[in-house]
C-alpha cells in the first residue's frame, strides 16, 4: 500500500470505483489517488483549459467570495496576499483590488512567475487548488514559508467524510483531484505547524500562524 503524501504514515484501501483507486491515511485522514493513476501535465492543462472562469462571470466571483469576503474582514487594509493556483482569469485578485487590498497571482500553468514565490504575504489563498497538488507535505512547507508571521493561509476545498459519502460524492469524479481532505486532516496539520484552524464553511478553513 501507498504512504500517505502528507504525513506518509502507510495507507489503508478506502474506495475502488470503476477508474481509480483511493487510499486512506489512519494518522491524518486524508484520502489519496495513488500515483499510478496520476495524469501527466500536458493531460492535466488540457482540462483546465476547458474552465473558463472570468471576471466577467458572477457566478464564480460569488463562489470565490465565500473565501475572499470573511478573509478581507480579519486582514489590515493594506495587506499583501497571494492566490497561489489563481488559474488562467486571476479572478480573485481582481476581486481584491476592488476593496484596495493588492493580491499577486501564481499558477503553475497560466501565471507561472516564480518570483512571487519568493516573498511573503499577509495572506495566502488557495481555492479549490490543494486537492490538485500530488505532494502534500512538500505544498504545506513551501506555503509555511509563504505567509508572514501573524498571517492568514487561506484554503476552499470540499472536505470529505465517512466511506458513505464518499461512493457517491461529485467531488472525486475530477480526474485531477488527487487528495481530499477530512476536517481531522486540517486539525491535524494545524497541531504540526502550530497553527490555530477556524472553520469558516462547510469548504473553507482559514490556517492562522502565529504571530513570532
Same mark, same amino acid.
Given at each position: 500500500m ?14 475502488q470505483d470503476?477508474k481509480?483507486a483511493?487510499?486512506r491515511?489512519p494518522?491524518?485522514?486524508?484520502v489519496?489517488v495513488p500515483?499510478?493513476f496520476y495524469?501527466d501535465?500536458?493531460?492535466e492543462k488540457?482540462?483546465?483549459?476547458c474552465?473558463?472562469n472570468?471576471?466577467?462571470?458572477a457566478g464564480?466571483?460569488h463562489f470565490?467570495?465565500?473565501t475572499?469576503t470573511p478573509?478581507?474582514?480579519?486582514v489590515k487594509p493594506?495587506?499583501?496576499g ?8 486571476a479572478?480573485l485578485s481582481?476581486?481584491a483590488?476592488?476593496?484596495g487590498?493588492? *493580491?499577486?497571482n501564481? !499558477?503553475l /500553468?497560466?501565471h507561472?512567475d516564480?518570483?512571487?514565490?519568493s516573498q511573503?504575504?499577509? #495572506?495566502v489563498? =488557495? ?7 500530488a ?6 512547507e513551501q506555503?509555511?514559508q509563504?505567509v508572514l508571521?501573524g498571517?492568514i493561509?487561506a484554503?476552499?476545498?470540499?472536505r *470529505?467524510?465517512?466511506? !458513505?459519502g /464518499? ?5 472525486k469524479?475530477?480526474p485531477t483531484h488527487?487528495n #481530499?481532505?477530512? =476536517? ?16 469558516i464553511?462547510?469548504?473553507?478553513v482559514?490556517?492562522h500562524?502565529?504571530?513570532c
Amino acid at each position: 500500500m501507498s504512504s500517505c503524501p502528507l504525513c506518509h504514515h502507510d495507507t489503508v484501501a478506502f474506495h475502488q470505483d470503476k477508474k481509480r483507486a483511493y487510499v486512506r491515511c489512519p494518522q491524518c485522514f486524508m484520502v489519496s489517488v495513488p500515483t499510478a493513476f496520476y495524469w501527466d501535465e500536458a493531460t492535466e492543462k488540457a482540462h483546465y483549459d476547458c474552465h473558463h472562469n472570468d471576471f466577467a462571470d458572477a457566478g464564480y466571483q460569488h463562489f470565490l467570495s465565500r473565501t475572499l469576503t470573511p478573509l478581507l474582514t480579519r486582514v489590515k487594509p493594506n495587506a499583501n496576499g497571494l492566490d497561489f493556483g489563481c488559474g488562467e482569469g486571476a479572478v480573485l485578485s481582481q476581486m481584491a483590488a476592488k476593496h484596495g487590498i493588492n *493580491v499577486a497571482n501564481y !499558477d503553475l /500553468f497560466y501565471h507561472p512567475d516564480t518570483r512571487v514565490l519568493s516573498q511573503q504575504y499577509d #495572506f495566502v489563498c =488557495l481555492t479549490e487548488v490543494i486537492e490538485h497538488i500530488a505532494d502534500a507535505q512538500a505544498l504545506v512547507e513551501q506555503l509555511s514559508q509563504l505567509v508572514l508571521p501573524g498571517g492568514i493561509l487561506a484554503v476552499m476545498t470540499k472536505r *470529505v467524510s465517512d466511506l !458513505d459519502g /464518499f461512493i457517491n460524492w461529485h467531488y472525486k469524479i475530477d480526474p485531477t483531484h488527487i487528495n #481530499f481532505y477530512a =476536517l481531522e486532516t486540517f486539525e491535524w496539520i494545524a497541531r504540526q505547524q502550530g497553527w490555530q484552524l477556524e472553520v469558516i464553511d462547510s469548504d473553507v478553513v482559514f490556517f492562522h500562524l502565529p504571530a513570532c
